[in-house]
Protein backbone atom coordinates (compact mmCIF):
# COMPACT_ATOMS: atom_id res chain seq x y z
CA UNK A 1 0.00 0.00 0.00
CA UNK A 2 1.41 3.73 -0.49
CA UNK A 3 2.08 5.62 2.00
CA UNK A 4 -0.79 8.80 2.15
CA UNK A 5 2.57 11.37 1.99
CA UNK A 6 3.24 10.22 -1.59
CA UNK A 7 -0.82 11.17 -2.99
CA UNK A 8 -0.97 14.96 -4.01
CA UNK A 9 -4.27 16.77 -4.60
CA UNK A 10 -6.31 16.20 -8.15
CA UNK A 11 -6.10 19.91 -8.60
CA UNK A 12 -3.29 19.58 -11.46
CA UNK A 13 -4.87 16.95 -13.34
CA UNK A 14 -8.31 18.37 -12.92
CA UNK A 15 -7.26 21.06 -14.64
CA UNK A 16 -5.68 19.27 -17.46
CA UNK A 17 -8.08 17.40 -17.96
CA UNK A 18 -10.68 19.93 -18.71
CA UNK A 19 -8.61 21.96 -20.77
CA UNK A 20 -8.00 18.33 -23.06
CA UNK A 21 -11.96 17.77 -23.33
CA UNK A 22 -12.09 21.64 -24.27
CA UNK A 23 -9.61 21.43 -26.97
CA UNK A 24 -9.72 18.13 -28.57
CA UNK A 25 -12.08 15.59 -29.90
CA UNK A 26 -12.65 12.04 -27.98
CA UNK A 27 -10.77 10.74 -30.99
CA UNK A 28 -7.73 12.55 -30.79
CA UNK A 29 -7.80 11.93 -26.86
CA UNK A 30 -8.25 8.16 -27.18
CA UNK A 31 -4.64 6.84 -27.64
CA UNK A 32 -3.77 9.51 -24.84
CA UNK A 33 -5.69 8.26 -22.24
CA UNK A 34 -4.84 4.66 -23.54
CA UNK A 35 -1.31 5.12 -22.85
CA UNK A 36 -1.42 6.77 -19.52
CA UNK A 37 -1.54 3.46 -18.25
CA UNK A 38 -4.19 0.56 -16.35
CA UNK A 39 -4.99 3.53 -13.45
CA UNK A 40 -6.08 5.67 -16.55
CA UNK A 41 -10.02 4.64 -16.99
CA UNK A 42 -10.43 4.81 -12.98
CA UNK A 43 -8.56 7.91 -12.45
CA UNK A 44 -10.42 10.01 -14.87
CA UNK A 45 -13.45 9.03 -13.30
CA UNK A 46 -11.84 10.20 -10.02
CA UNK A 47 -10.80 13.57 -11.14
CA UNK A 48 -14.54 14.61 -11.32
CA UNK A 49 -14.67 14.07 -7.25
CA UNK A 50 -13.23 17.53 -6.03
CA UNK A 51 -11.85 16.42 -2.99
CA UNK A 52 -9.76 13.31 -4.86
CA UNK A 53 -6.18 13.32 -4.55
CA UNK A 54 -3.60 10.74 -6.37
CA UNK A 55 -0.44 8.78 -5.85
CA UNK A 56 2.89 11.16 -6.54
CA UNK A 57 3.81 8.81 -9.08
CA UNK A 58 0.78 8.73 -11.09
CA UNK A 59 0.71 12.46 -11.85
CA UNK A 60 4.17 12.57 -13.17
CA UNK A 61 3.62 9.35 -15.39
CA UNK A 62 0.22 11.28 -17.06
CA UNK A 63 2.06 13.83 -17.32
CA UNK A 64 4.83 12.38 -19.24
CA UNK A 65 2.36 11.11 -21.59
CA UNK A 66 0.64 14.36 -22.20
CA UNK A 67 4.08 15.79 -22.91
CA UNK A 68 4.91 13.44 -25.48
CA UNK A 69 1.61 13.23 -27.28
CA UNK A 70 1.37 17.25 -27.09
CA UNK A 71 5.08 17.04 -28.97
CA UNK A 72 3.91 14.05 -31.31
CA UNK A 73 0.96 16.45 -32.51
CA UNK A 74 4.03 19.47 -33.09
CA UNK A 75 2.31 21.51 -30.04
CA UNK A 76 4.40 23.34 -27.33
CA UNK A 77 3.29 21.80 -24.04
CA UNK A 78 4.33 25.31 -22.25
CA UNK A 79 1.63 26.79 -24.63
CA UNK A 80 -1.00 23.67 -23.49
CA UNK A 81 0.12 24.56 -19.62
CA UNK A 82 -0.63 28.30 -20.45
CA UNK A 83 -4.29 27.52 -21.03
CA UNK A 84 -4.46 24.68 -18.10
CA UNK A 85 -3.89 27.71 -15.81
CA UNK A 86 -5.92 30.37 -17.74
CA UNK A 87 -8.55 28.29 -16.17
CA UNK A 88 -7.42 29.60 -12.63
CA UNK A 89 -9.69 33.04 -13.65
CA UNK A 90 -12.80 30.83 -13.34
CA UNK A 91 -13.22 29.88 -10.20
CA UNK A 92 -16.31 27.28 -11.63
CA UNK A 93 -12.88 25.58 -13.12
CA UNK A 94 -11.19 24.90 -10.07
CA UNK A 95 -11.94 22.30 -6.96
CA UNK A 96 -12.78 24.73 -4.46
CA UNK A 97 -12.99 23.06 -1.63
CA UNK A 98 -9.66 21.48 -1.25
CA UNK A 99 -7.96 24.89 -2.06
CA UNK A 100 -9.77 26.66 0.44
CA UNK A 101 -9.34 23.74 2.67
CA UNK A 102 -6.01 24.32 2.10
CA UNK A 103 -5.96 27.90 3.29
CA UNK A 104 -8.02 27.74 6.22
CA UNK A 105 -5.24 28.52 8.90
CA UNK A 106 -4.42 31.58 7.08
CA UNK A 107 -7.66 32.92 6.32
CA UNK A 108 -7.01 35.91 8.72
CA UNK A 109 -3.80 36.54 8.13
CA UNK A 110 -4.76 36.88 4.37
CA UNK A 111 -7.41 39.37 5.55
CA UNK A 112 -4.71 41.59 7.56
CA UNK A 113 -1.90 41.13 5.11
CA UNK A 114 -0.66 44.36 3.00
CA UNK A 115 0.89 42.36 0.27
CA UNK A 116 -1.35 39.33 0.10
CA UNK A 117 0.74 37.93 -2.55
CA UNK A 118 3.89 38.10 -0.34
CA UNK A 119 2.12 36.28 2.28
CA UNK A 120 0.95 33.94 -0.62
CA UNK A 121 4.50 32.44 -0.62
CA UNK A 122 5.63 32.70 2.80
CA UNK A 123 2.02 29.99 3.52
CA UNK A 124 3.66 27.75 0.63
CA UNK A 125 5.44 25.75 2.49
CA UNK A 126 3.08 25.73 5.91
CA UNK A 127 0.26 24.87 3.64
CA UNK A 128 2.03 21.97 2.07
CA UNK A 129 0.11 20.85 -0.45
CA UNK A 130 2.41 18.87 -2.87
CA UNK A 131 4.08 17.40 0.24
CA UNK A 132 7.45 19.44 -0.50
CA UNK A 133 10.06 20.57 1.52
CA UNK A 134 10.22 24.24 1.07
CA UNK A 135 12.26 27.35 2.39
CA UNK A 136 11.39 30.46 1.68
CA UNK A 137 14.34 33.38 1.24
CA UNK A 138 12.91 37.22 0.82
CA UNK A 139 15.20 39.47 -1.51
CA UNK A 140 12.97 42.97 -1.29
CA UNK A 141 14.92 45.68 -3.36
CA UNK A 142 11.94 47.90 -2.38
CA UNK A 143 8.30 48.52 -1.36
CA UNK A 144 7.06 48.31 -4.87
CA UNK A 145 9.40 46.12 -5.99
CA UNK A 146 9.96 42.11 -4.69
CA UNK A 147 12.28 39.55 -5.41
CA UNK A 148 11.86 36.54 -3.40
CA UNK A 149 13.15 32.70 -4.25
CA UNK A 150 11.12 29.69 -3.08
CA UNK A 151 14.10 26.86 -2.37
CA UNK A 152 12.39 23.06 -2.40
CA UNK A 153 14.97 20.49 -0.52
CA UNK A 154 12.62 17.25 -1.47
CA UNK A 155 13.74 15.59 -5.13
CA UNK A 156 10.05 15.28 -6.84
CA UNK A 157 10.80 15.83 -10.65
CA UNK A 158 13.28 12.76 -11.43
CA UNK A 159 11.21 10.70 -13.69
CA UNK A 160 9.16 13.82 -14.63
CA UNK A 161 11.07 16.48 -16.96
CA UNK A 162 7.98 18.85 -17.17
CA UNK A 163 6.29 18.56 -13.60
CA UNK A 164 8.59 20.86 -11.84
CA UNK A 165 8.04 23.84 -14.81
CA UNK A 166 4.44 23.56 -14.68
CA UNK A 167 4.42 23.40 -10.84
CA UNK A 168 6.11 26.54 -11.25
CA UNK A 169 3.63 27.80 -13.98
CA UNK A 170 0.63 26.64 -11.17
CA UNK A 171 2.52 28.74 -8.08
CA UNK A 172 2.86 31.85 -10.72
CA UNK A 173 -1.36 31.85 -11.47
CA UNK A 174 -2.13 30.80 -7.85
CA UNK A 175 -2.74 34.28 -7.07
CA UNK A 176 -5.82 34.03 -9.49
CA UNK A 177 -7.38 31.79 -6.66
CA UNK A 178 -7.60 35.00 -4.38
CA UNK A 179 -8.80 37.50 -7.47
CA UNK A 180 -5.19 38.74 -7.34
CA UNK A 181 -2.77 39.14 -10.34
CA UNK A 182 -0.59 36.54 -10.99
CA UNK A 183 3.19 37.32 -10.35
CA UNK A 184 4.82 38.91 -13.20
CA UNK A 185 7.71 36.80 -13.53
CA UNK A 186 8.42 33.53 -12.20
CA UNK A 187 11.73 31.78 -13.11
CA UNK A 188 13.65 28.30 -12.32
CA UNK A 189 17.21 29.69 -11.26
CA UNK A 190 18.08 25.41 -9.96
CA UNK A 191 16.38 22.36 -10.62
CA UNK A 192 17.51 18.93 -9.62
CA UNK A 193 16.49 17.68 -13.47
CA UNK A 194 20.04 16.84 -15.48
CA UNK A 195 20.13 18.93 -18.77
CA UNK A 196 20.46 15.57 -20.38
CA UNK A 197 16.29 14.76 -19.81
CA UNK A 198 15.28 18.06 -19.40
CA UNK A 199 15.73 17.68 -23.43
CA UNK A 200 12.92 15.60 -23.80
CA UNK A 201 14.35 13.32 -26.37
CA UNK A 202 14.34 16.12 -28.73
CA UNK A 203 17.39 17.04 -28.80
CA UNK A 204 21.02 15.24 -28.35
CA UNK A 205 22.75 16.74 -24.95
CA UNK A 206 25.82 15.24 -23.87
CA UNK A 207 28.68 16.57 -21.32
CA UNK A 208 32.17 15.72 -22.34
CA UNK A 209 35.51 17.94 -20.42
CA UNK A 210 33.26 19.82 -18.38
CA UNK A 211 31.70 21.39 -21.54
CA UNK A 212 27.85 20.50 -22.07
CA UNK A 213 27.12 20.06 -25.94
CA UNK A 214 24.06 20.18 -27.52
CA UNK A 215 23.55 19.01 -30.91
CA UNK A 216 27.54 19.71 -30.83
CA UNK A 217 27.28 23.05 -29.75
CA UNK A 218 28.75 24.25 -26.36
CA UNK A 219 25.68 25.48 -24.42
CA UNK A 220 27.22 25.33 -20.77
CA UNK A 221 29.34 23.83 -18.28
CA UNK A 222 30.40 21.97 -15.23
CA UNK A 223 30.27 24.28 -12.42
CA UNK A 224 30.10 23.68 -8.51
CA UNK A 225 26.64 24.19 -7.07
CA UNK A 226 28.32 27.49 -4.86
CA UNK A 227 28.01 29.33 -8.06
CA UNK A 228 24.62 29.64 -8.03
CA UNK A 229 23.79 30.31 -4.17
CA UNK A 230 26.56 33.72 -4.46
CA UNK A 231 24.77 34.25 -8.36
CA UNK A 232 21.34 34.79 -6.34
CA UNK A 233 22.57 35.64 -2.78
CA UNK A 234 21.30 32.60 -0.92
CA UNK A 235 22.29 31.53 2.11
CA UNK A 236 21.48 27.50 2.60
CA UNK A 237 23.78 27.21 5.96
CA UNK A 238 24.57 23.83 3.92
CA UNK A 239 28.01 24.35 3.38
CA UNK A 240 28.54 20.49 2.16
CA UNK A 241 26.05 21.27 -0.66
CA UNK A 242 28.29 23.88 -2.49
CA UNK A 243 30.57 21.84 -3.45
CA UNK A 244 28.19 19.76 -5.47
CA UNK A 245 28.89 19.85 -9.19
CA UNK A 246 25.87 21.05 -12.06
CA UNK A 247 25.56 22.13 -15.37
CA UNK A 248 25.30 26.08 -15.72
CA UNK A 249 23.67 26.71 -18.91
CA UNK A 250 24.91 30.15 -21.01
CA UNK A 251 21.94 29.94 -23.87
CA UNK A 252 18.82 29.01 -24.37
CA UNK A 253 18.01 25.53 -26.09
CA UNK A 254 14.67 25.47 -27.51
CA UNK A 255 12.94 22.76 -29.91
CA UNK A 256 13.10 23.35 -33.57
CA UNK A 257 9.95 21.84 -34.00
CA UNK A 258 7.68 23.46 -31.60
CA UNK A 259 9.30 26.58 -29.97
CA UNK A 260 9.58 24.84 -26.73
CA UNK A 261 12.03 25.93 -24.25
CA UNK A 262 14.17 23.01 -23.47
CA UNK A 263 16.78 24.81 -21.33
CA UNK A 264 17.19 27.97 -19.84
CA UNK A 265 20.00 30.37 -19.72
CA UNK A 266 21.34 31.09 -16.17
CA UNK A 267 19.81 27.72 -14.49
CA UNK A 268 21.82 25.26 -13.00
CA UNK A 269 20.79 21.37 -13.87
CA UNK A 270 21.59 18.72 -11.58
CA UNK A 271 21.08 20.95 -8.73
CA UNK A 272 21.14 19.32 -5.14
CA UNK A 273 18.06 21.83 -4.68
CA UNK A 274 15.81 23.68 -6.44
CA UNK A 275 15.22 27.26 -6.70
CA UNK A 276 12.77 29.25 -8.07
CA UNK A 277 12.72 32.97 -8.52
CA UNK A 278 9.51 35.77 -7.90
CA UNK A 279 9.90 38.98 -9.17
CA UNK A 280 6.88 40.82 -8.52
CA UNK A 281 5.18 44.57 -7.46
CA UNK A 282 4.88 44.73 -4.32
CA UNK A 283 1.26 45.85 -1.74
CA UNK A 284 -0.94 43.99 -3.58
CA UNK A 285 -3.87 43.30 -1.84
CA UNK A 286 -7.59 42.41 -2.42
CA UNK A 287 -10.55 43.59 0.12
CA UNK A 288 -12.34 40.36 0.21
CA UNK A 289 -9.40 37.69 -1.38
CA UNK A 290 -11.90 34.73 -0.81
CA UNK A 291 -15.42 36.14 -1.96
CA UNK A 292 -15.40 34.14 -5.48
CA UNK A 293 -14.38 31.39 -4.70
CA UNK A 294 -17.09 30.83 -1.56
CA UNK A 295 -19.53 32.29 -4.48
CA UNK A 296 -18.74 29.71 -6.80
CA UNK A 297 -18.75 27.02 -3.79
CA UNK A 298 -22.89 27.52 -3.28
CA UNK A 299 -23.33 27.47 -7.26
CA UNK A 300 -24.68 24.62 -8.99
CA UNK A 301 -21.52 23.83 -10.81
CA UNK A 302 -22.77 20.59 -12.96
CA UNK A 303 -25.03 23.30 -14.93
CA UNK A 304 -22.27 25.58 -15.41
CA UNK A 305 -19.73 23.19 -16.59
CA UNK A 306 -22.35 20.72 -19.01
CA UNK A 307 -20.37 20.50 -21.87
CA UNK A 308 -17.20 19.25 -19.87
CA UNK A 309 -19.57 16.49 -18.13
CA UNK A 310 -20.85 15.40 -21.42
CA UNK A 311 -17.22 15.29 -23.09
CA UNK A 312 -16.03 13.66 -20.21
CA UNK A 313 -18.85 11.09 -20.22
CA UNK A 314 -17.98 10.30 -24.18
CA UNK A 315 -14.36 9.68 -23.72
CA UNK A 316 -15.23 7.37 -20.93
CA UNK A 317 -17.66 5.74 -23.21
CA UNK A 318 -14.86 5.54 -26.20
CA UNK A 319 -12.00 4.55 -23.27
CA UNK A 320 -14.24 1.68 -22.00
CA UNK A 321 -16.36 0.72 -25.34
CA UNK A 322 -19.04 2.08 -25.11
CA UNK A 323 -21.35 2.59 -27.09
CA UNK A 324 -24.60 5.20 -26.77
CA UNK A 325 -27.65 4.77 -29.70
CA UNK A 326 -30.43 6.86 -30.10
CA UNK A 327 -33.46 6.43 -31.91
CA UNK A 328 -35.34 9.57 -32.75
CA UNK A 329 -39.03 9.27 -33.24
CA UNK A 330 -39.33 12.77 -34.57
CA UNK A 331 -37.39 12.21 -37.73
CA UNK A 332 -37.58 8.17 -37.64
CA UNK A 333 -33.63 7.86 -37.04
CA UNK A 334 -30.80 6.36 -35.26
CA UNK A 335 -27.59 7.58 -34.36
CA UNK A 336 -24.48 5.94 -33.02
CA UNK A 337 -22.05 7.78 -30.24
CA UNK A 338 -23.76 11.69 -31.39
CA UNK A 339 -23.49 10.82 -35.37
CA UNK A 340 -26.26 9.56 -37.97
CA UNK A 341 -26.44 6.34 -39.21
CA UNK A 342 -30.11 5.27 -40.90
CA UNK A 343 -33.24 6.41 -40.84
CA UNK A 344 -36.52 5.39 -42.17
CA UNK A 345 -37.51 1.33 -42.01
CA UNK A 346 -34.25 -0.37 -41.22
CA UNK A 347 -34.15 2.40 -38.59
CA UNK A 348 -36.96 0.74 -37.39
CA UNK A 349 -35.86 -2.61 -38.05
CA UNK A 350 -32.54 -1.92 -35.68
CA UNK A 351 -35.11 -0.08 -33.00
CA UNK A 352 -37.03 -3.22 -32.60
CA UNK A 353 -33.83 -5.53 -32.49
CA UNK A 354 -32.31 -3.05 -29.78
CA UNK A 355 -35.28 -2.63 -28.05
CA UNK A 356 -35.53 -6.24 -27.45
CA UNK A 357 -31.51 -6.68 -26.55
CA UNK A 358 -32.11 -3.70 -24.23
CA UNK A 359 -34.47 -5.50 -22.33
CA UNK A 360 -33.48 -9.63 -22.34
CA UNK A 361 -30.39 -9.54 -23.65
CA UNK A 362 -31.69 -11.58 -26.65
CA UNK A 363 -29.58 -11.84 -29.45
CA UNK A 364 -31.68 -14.45 -32.22
CA UNK A 365 -34.39 -13.07 -33.84
CA UNK A 366 -36.65 -14.57 -36.82
CA UNK A 367 -37.72 -12.83 -39.91
CA UNK A 368 -41.37 -13.41 -39.79
CA UNK A 369 -41.24 -11.25 -36.53
CA UNK A 370 -40.43 -8.44 -38.67
CA UNK A 371 -42.47 -9.24 -41.30
CA UNK A 372 -45.84 -8.85 -39.10
CA UNK A 373 -44.68 -5.59 -38.23
CA UNK A 374 -47.20 -3.36 -40.21
CA UNK A 375 -44.42 -0.40 -39.28
CA UNK A 376 -41.73 -2.43 -41.05
CA UNK A 377 -43.48 -4.08 -43.57
CA UNK A 378 -46.76 -2.33 -45.04
CA UNK A 379 -47.74 -4.58 -47.41
CA UNK A 380 -47.75 -8.36 -45.91
CA UNK A 381 -48.60 -9.91 -49.26
CA UNK A 382 -44.94 -8.74 -50.33
CA UNK A 383 -43.06 -7.80 -47.30
CA UNK A 384 -40.12 -7.33 -49.15
CA UNK A 385 -38.42 -7.85 -45.58
CA UNK A 386 -34.99 -9.47 -46.68
CA UNK A 387 -33.90 -6.61 -48.69
CA UNK A 388 -34.56 -3.66 -46.15
CA UNK A 389 -32.67 -6.48 -43.81
CA UNK A 390 -30.14 -6.24 -46.47
CA UNK A 391 -30.11 -2.38 -46.01
CA UNK A 392 -29.92 -2.84 -42.13
CA UNK A 393 -26.55 -5.01 -42.66
CA UNK A 394 -25.08 -2.25 -45.07
CA UNK A 395 -25.30 0.36 -42.39
CA UNK A 396 -24.01 -1.28 -39.64
CA UNK A 397 -20.63 -2.10 -41.37
CA UNK A 398 -19.91 1.13 -40.77
CA UNK A 399 -19.94 1.08 -37.06
CA UNK A 400 -18.82 -2.72 -37.49
CA UNK A 401 -16.63 -1.90 -34.33
CA UNK A 402 -20.11 -1.36 -31.94
CA UNK A 403 -22.30 -4.12 -33.55
CA UNK A 404 -23.56 -6.18 -36.67
CA UNK A 405 -25.73 -8.41 -37.80
CA UNK A 406 -24.87 -12.25 -39.15
CA UNK A 407 -27.64 -13.87 -41.57
CA UNK A 408 -25.94 -17.43 -40.50
CA UNK A 409 -29.55 -19.44 -41.41
CA UNK A 410 -32.27 -19.52 -43.29
CA UNK A 411 -35.55 -17.42 -41.93
CA UNK A 412 -33.11 -15.45 -39.34
CA UNK A 413 -30.16 -13.88 -38.50
CA UNK A 414 -28.29 -12.95 -35.13
CA UNK A 415 -27.73 -9.36 -33.45
CA UNK A 416 -23.80 -9.58 -33.03
CA UNK A 417 -22.78 -6.44 -30.00
CA UNK A 418 -19.27 -5.94 -29.58
CA UNK A 419 -18.99 -3.42 -27.40
CA UNK A 420 -21.59 -2.09 -24.31
CA UNK A 421 -24.20 -0.45 -25.81
CA UNK A 422 -26.68 2.17 -24.07
CA UNK A 423 -29.70 2.27 -26.04
CA UNK A 424 -32.30 4.23 -25.53
CA UNK A 425 -35.37 6.27 -27.40
CA UNK A 426 -36.58 10.11 -28.13
CA UNK A 427 -40.27 9.91 -28.51
CA UNK A 428 -41.48 13.00 -30.77
CA UNK A 429 -42.17 16.80 -28.85
CA UNK A 430 -45.33 16.59 -27.45
CA UNK A 431 -47.60 18.95 -29.65
CA UNK A 432 -45.49 18.46 -32.83
CA UNK A 433 -46.67 15.86 -35.54
CA UNK A 434 -44.57 12.99 -36.48
CA UNK A 435 -42.40 13.29 -39.58
Excluded at 45 to 65: Q, R, T
Amino acid sequence: MRDSMESIPNIFLKLAHNEMLLSYTTEELEPLVREAGSQSKKLLDDLWVEDGSLPLEYNKDILNALTRWLFARGENPDVFADRIFAQYKNPYAVPKRVILRSYLPFISRFYAATDQRHLLLEALRERSLFHEEYQFFCKCEGEKDRCDYIVNFKDCEASCPMYARWIVKSLQNAPLYLDLPSFETVTIRATFQSAELSLLERRRGVLDNDIFYVDGLAVGRKVPFGDCLRAYDINLQRPELENRSCIRIDQNVNDGLTGCPLLFKDCYYSAPVSITEFRYAGGMRCHDPFSKLMSALVKDEFVVWSPLQKAHDALMHRINNVAEVIYYEADDSISVNGKHLMRNVPARILRNILREYSKTGREEFENREFKRDPEICIDALNPNFESRLNRVVDHLQKVSDIMGLDRHRRGGFRFEPHCHIEFREEPTTRGKAKK
